[in-house]
């Protein structure tokens, strides 16, 4: 068995069977190498019958990529029985030290097969959703290759009720304002995230191509984090209101 070969069948093992990622390959893997681990795994899932309902970007926010000690974003596969739905519970006992970003997500078209600016973007996609991402940590040493492999700290998202997208709509002006158990912990314009979340959507189409992937019709796109990973516990209600978008929530249980 080549190591190639041998790091796939590992993380393929800890991502199927839930079980902790593998740590003998700290240090050993790339950027690409995770990556690409990372998008074979979710052709696996797929042939398991687990579709791919999309993708998420990660540390596009500068606040974010200083929590994580990262300069560029990163990527991960989006699966559709880790899709939940505003005022559902997340079981946080089931979660290795789980944190939620606030995101706006967005439902791409047909004509994203064609597109190749910020502009054509805005032509791409139909549906904004407002979102949160809950993720976990699950990798102990930061190690990017390792984290990519491991699907870029992602386990599922939460969607509030999609609103359509209009041409020329900017969401740079777009405000998120996070809640905690009522409380207003932060907020933050879109323009945070790289600039413009329908960048995003530009940098991981492009990012993809590089390993002859294709963003397609119907994928949902999550953009990145307004504002820094926020830990949550048991008990917790978290709420994300996004100006002129609407609002997410989530219960965090037992």
Known sequence: MNKNHEVL??????????????????G??????????????G??????????????V???????QQQLGVSEPGFGSIYENKVLWSGAALVAGQLIQPHIECELAFQLNKNISSARTVEDMSNSVDFVYPAFEYIEKRVTVLDMGVAFADNAEHTGIVLGQPVMHSIGKDYRQVVCTLFKDAARVDSAAGEV???????????????????????????????????????????????AEFSGIGAVDIKIID
């Open 58 to 64: 990660a540390a596009t926010n500068k606040a974010v």
């Open 9 to 26: 069948e590992s993380f393929w093992k800890s991502a199927w069977e839930r079980s902790p990622t593998p740590t003998q390959w700290e």
């Open 43 to 56: 052709d696996r899932f797929m042939a398991h019958g687990i579709r791919r309902f999309g993708w998420k």
């Open 193 to 239: 995230v790289l600039g413009d979340p329908l960048n995003s959507i530009l940098w991981l189409k492009q990012r993809l191509e590089k390993y002859q992937r294709q963003l397609t019709e119907g994928m949902v796109v999550m953009t990145g984090s307004f504002l820094r990973q926020l830990p949550v516990s048991s008990g917790n209600n978290i709420r």
């Open 28 to 41: 050993q893997l790339s950027v690409d190498e995770g990556s690409l681990i990372q998008i074979q795994i």
